[in-house]
């Protein structure tokens, strides 16, 4: 069950395709949609992402995308915190959405024609900025700027936040590698990092419900 209404973050659906070994898109079945708000929290549809490529992480970790739109929501660090809070035990990695930021850059790609590559690394930049400012909303949480940084053999259950510019950085090659094109949204590049951190979940907190009949 999801929430909806005033001051609350409902979830939606991943689009674009998903980095994979076969290059494939990522499957509905993988998503786990949840929900915050101020009064209630809820968190729904809980189901292991069966996208994994790299064994031996060593413990469950759960990826979270946090819809950019949502930094316009007054309370959301109160109501981000409390939904975590309210999660299994699991170390939280916290993909944030590149939101208005985005937009604009979309916007001026439109009129300039800057070019795929230029325009899409302006929107992981806008991706960085917005996971900075998260940053300093939630102090206890801590930056993740590599995959090979998750440890193997730790119970650590805290919250990570991915800064999306220094992991594609590291990851803008070989196998499994992103496009850069506007193809690449930041939920799909959110269950790509599910898929290479061997995540159990991946959940998606969205301004908006799920089209009818998601699963």
Same mark, same amino acid.
């Given at each position: 069950k999801t929430a909806?209404?005033?001051?609350?973050?409902?979830?939606?659906?991943?689009?674009?395709p998903v980095g994979s070994s076969s290059g494939g898109t990522g499957s509905r079945d993988s998503v786990a949609y949840g929900a915050v708000g101020p009064s209630s929290v809820?968190?729904?549809?809980?189901t292991r992402v069966? /996208?994994?490529r790299h064994e031996?992480?060593?413990?469950?970790?759960?990826?979270?995308?946090?819809?950019?739109?949502? /930094?316009?929501?007054?309370?959301?660090?109160?109501?981000l915190s409390r939904w975590i809070q309210q999660q299994p035990p699991m170390l939280? $990695? /916290?993909?944030?959405?590149?939101?208005?930021?985005?937009e604009m850059i979309r916007r001026i790609d439109r009129t300039h024609a800057l070019g795929e590559s230029a325009a899409h690394w302006l929107a992981i930049?806008?991706?960085?900025?917005?996971?900075?400012?998260?940053?300093?909303?939630?102090?206890?949480?801590?930056?993740?700027?590599s995959l090979q940084e998750l440890p193997s053999d730790s119970h650590d259950s805290g919250v990570k936040i991915v800064d999306p510019w220094e992991v594609l950085q590291?990851?803008?090659s070989g196998e499994g590698a992103l496009p850069e094109s506007w193809d690449v949204t930041s939920d799909s590049l959110a269950a790509w990092i599910a898929t290479r951190a061997n995540?159990?979940?991946?959940? $998606? /907190?969205k301004s908006t419900l799920p089209p009818v009949g998601a699963t």
């Open positions: 909806s209404g005033d001051g609350c973050i409902g979830a939606g659906g991943v689009s674009g809820s968190c729904g549809c809980r069966g /996208l994994n031996g992480r060593g413990r469950p970790v759960r990826v979270i995308k946090l819809g950019g739109s949502l /930094l316009d929501m007054p309370e959301l660090a109160e109501s939280s $990695l /916290l993909v944030v959405g590149g939101g208005a930021s985005a930049r806008a991706m960085q900025f917005n996971a900075k400012v998260i940053e300093a909303l939630l102090p206890e949480t801590s930056r993740l700027e590291q990851e803008s995540a159990s979940e991946l959940v $998606l /907190l």
